[in-house]
């Protein structure tokens, strides 16, 4: 007797525990640590962004994580600036754009510090990243020798003003869906800091202008940093569109001309005829009398 | 001229029989089950039909094609026969103009039907493009179907001054609306004058309007850039088809006709005979135009075409390919083109073999081509891959064919059906010959 109140005591208590715990466990489950993917680019004489992908590592999957404020802000020393935020998208995504570098400061060793904020919400943990980049430009030009086009860059660090050798440079011409590389598969700068690559004839391009990049990809130092040069050394497009044009497969205010004149004077023809037939039954019932 | 009270004893409408009031009701409730099951279609929407992703015209269209070839063979056989001045037309014109009227009435509500709701027929305005063979479509119909009412209406008029004479006393009411019919026709001078003109002029406008209205319905398919509807020939393919299901329609129905208003006397075994040969030519024509569009194709063997063939050779729509060739082409070509085989009767049979196998024509024009498109069918359920009508579609279907003979039905109970007029004109013109030939 003494033994079956125990079990039932036992087994009471087991469910209580578990009833009780659970729930704390599962209040404790529902938030989910966030992670960041942070890239730094610099378009040369224009704007430089980050671009920034947040996502959340749930059943060993990872999920995208929408509409996540991010706060971001420049770490000087000791202080901290805020520059502004961004949401990311439903792919988990954002890009935070600095008009100017000049907005943002470096370090004593000319490193510039961001720090990338999300303050957490009810499904997700507070999180945050820690992105830094020395600034380096890009000097992309045109050259023409014997009447051979090349496109030359010039890779420098932009704070102590010299030449980067040994870096990887990549040149590609802009394309509409992917970008097109010319030249070496590697091309390293030498100790000018310096490629040169020729560009084939005959690449297409809109009015034949040509827009090049010279990139530094993903540099654990610099981030991305692009040059654009736009030359004239295209080939012509030549605009084959029917957009504009009367054609069969044009909407009803561009129908061609012939099919608008030949088919409705052919319709008013026989309808005329119709109506001077109709006409006639009204002669008829008028001339009865012989 | 006078007419005999014989003759319009004879060709006056006549009330109908038992056998008549069957015929009309049957009519009148397969019509009602097909309004019915329309209802049913446009509350539920075409998901009540077998139409899928690829069958997307089914035996709707089918149908108003048939309807469509029916109504312009009618027609062009009337007008030819009226300006080549063949004598013997007379006793078989106005039936042929009555087919056209109920067949193109038809092809008009078929083409609706398919729309699946019949307010989308303001769309084809609202959205008109005259780039597509289906404006043309829209335009063609409705003008064809007042050249058609124009073309039976004019003979009529002599016809209904009698009929309201002829009725003054018996059934004053009907009478009265035959009056208002006849246009006030006395015959006089001028009224004759200006009737025959205008019977001239739309005789002569039906011929291309008729030819408009085939070769825009062969268009409909043969700008779709398919595999055995691309092609330059369809126009007069559909043409020559449609003059074999539109002069098997009408043997049929003047069989009929003549049986029931016991027209013996007017339409004879030599008018049987006359268009006997008139069909078995169109039927040969019509062979001809299948060998060019199933042989070529078997020559070059592009892989479509040949896949598209053997799905007809061989392929689930074989014995319908082969019933259509074989019964609705050979076999009454062969029959035909011997004298026996013109005889009323025979020539019945073989019109309603003619038209059943037009019929299901239409269906192997429409349904095997959209069952093999250039892409592969993939990843859709496996009854996407053939299409056979749903009962909804059967009910309606039959119903507009039930439609159609309705009107036919109706048109010969009022009116008559051979031209009472022209008839006296004619045997007085005989009687004339005789004397002078005495």
Redesign the interface.
């Known amino acids: 007797m003494l033994i079956n109140r125990s079990v039932f005591l036992a087994l009471v208590g087991c469910f209580l525990y578990t009833v009780m715990f659970n729930s704390v466990y599962a209040q404790q489950d529902e938030k989910n640590t966030v992670r960041f993917k942070a890239y730094y680019t610099k378009i040369m004489d224009s704007i430089s962004y980050f671009n920034v992908t947040v996502f959340s590592r749930i059943d060993k999957e990872n999920v995208d994580v929408a509409n996540a404020e991010l706060t971001f802000y420049n770490e000087v020393g000791d202080e901290e600036f805020e520059l502004g935020t961004a949401k990311t998208n439903m792919n988990g995504e954002c890009k935070f754009v600095l008009d100017n570098l000049n907005k943002i400061k470096p370090d004593s060793t000319n490193t510039y510090n961001i720090n990338i904020k999300f303050k957490g919400n009810d499904a997700f943990k507070r999180a945050s990243k820690s992105l830094s980049f020395k600034d380096a430009t890009i000097l992309a030009k045109l050259i023409t020798k014997d009447s051979i086009n090349y496109i030359s860059g010039t890779l420098k660090d932009t704070s102590t003003d010299s030449v980067l050798s040994d870096r990887l440079l990549n040149v590609q011409v802009q394309r509409l869906f992917r970008n097109l590389r010319i030249g070496e598969e590697f091309n390293t700068t030498d100790e000018d800091g310096t490629i040169i690559v020729p560009v084939e004839e005959g690449i297409p391009g809109v009015d034949g202008i040509l827009t090049f990049e010279v990139v530094l990809q993903d540099s654990e130092d610099y981030g991305t940093v692009r040059a654009l040069v736009k030359a004239p050394i295209g080939t012509p497009i030549k605009d084959e569109s029917t957009f504009d044009e009367r054609t ?5 205010n561009k ?2 001309l012939f ?2 004149i030949f ?2 004077l ?2 008013l023809g ?2 005329g ?2 109506v ?3 006409i ?11 | 001229m006078e007419v005999s009270k014989k003759l319009v004893n004879d060709l006056a409408p006549q009330k109908f029989g038992k056998k008549g009031v069957i015929w009309t009701t049957s009519l009148i409730i397969i019509s009602i089950a097909g309004i019915i099951a329309y209802i049913d279609q446009v509350r539920k929407g075409q998901i009540v039909t077998n139409m899928n992703d690829y069958a997307l015209w089914g035996i709707y269209i089918s149908n108003f094609v048939f309807f469509v070839a029916t109504s312009f063979v009618g027609a062009v056989t009337v007008a030819i026969l009226r300006l080549t001045k063949n004598s013997w037309r007379t006793p078989i014109v106005r039936i042929a103009e009555i087919i056209s009227v109920a067949a193109i009435i038809m092809a008009g509500i078929t083409i609706m039907i398919d729309m699946g709701r019949p307010d989308r027929l303001l769309n084809l305005f609202i ?5 597509s063979p289906i404006t ?1 479509d829209v ?1 063609i119909i409705p ?1 064809s179907i ?2 058609c009412l ?1 073309l039976l ?2 003979p009529l ?1 002599p016809d209904f001054a009698i009929l309201k004479n002829y009725f003054s006393e018996t059934k004053p009411k009907l009478s009265k609306w035959y009056g208002k019919l006849s ?4 015959g ?4 004759k004058s ?2 025959l ?2 019977i001239h ?2 005789a002569l ?1 039906t011929i ?2 008729g030819f ?1 209205l085939q070769t825009v319905d062969a268009w409909l398919f043969s700008t779709l850039f398919r595999v055995g509807w691309d092609s330059t020939n369809l126009g007069a393919y559909f043409i020559s088809g449609a003059a074999v299901a539109g002069i098997g329609a009408l043997v049929a129905v003047i069989y009929i006709v003549r049986r029931a208003n016991h027209l013996e006397e007017y339409i004879t075994e030599f008018h049987f005979d006359k268009l006997g040969k008139f069909l078995v030519l169109v039927c040969l024509i019509y062979l001809y135009f299948n060998i060019n569009e199933y042989v070529i194709p078997e020559f070059t063997s592009k892989k479509e075409e040949l896949t598209h063939l053997n799905h007809l050779y061989s392929g689930q729509f074989a014995p319908l390919f082969w019933f259509v060739n074989i019964g609705g082409l050979i076999i009454p070509i062969i029959v035909l083109l011997f004298k026996k085989g013109r005889k009323p009767l025979t020539m019945f049979f073989i019109a309603l073999l003619v038209v059943v196998g037009s019929w299901w024509k239409r269906f192997l024009i429409v349904t095997p081509t959209l069952l093999l498109p250039f892409l592969p069918v993939q990843g859709v359920p496996e009854s996407w891959h053939h299409y056979f009508p749903s009962f909804h579609e059967w009910i309606i279907t039959l119903a507009t064919l039930a439609m159609a003979l309705l009107i036919i039905t109706v048109l010969v109970r009022y009116l008559p059906v051979i031209p009472i007029q022209r008839t006296a004109d004619e045997q007085e013109l005989l009687k004339k010959e005789e004397k002078s030939n005495q």
Do not use: C, D, G
């Open positions: 069969m497969w044009s909407p009803r129908t061609p099919l608008l088919p409705n052919l319709i026989i309808w005829i119709i001077y037939l109709i006639n039954l009204f002669k008829i019932s008028k001339s009865k009398i012989q | 959205h008109a493009r005259m780039q043309w335009i003008t007042a050249v124009l209406y004019f008029l246009m006030n026709w006395t006089s001078e001028k009224q200006i009737q003109k205008s002029i739309v406008l291309p309007v408009m």
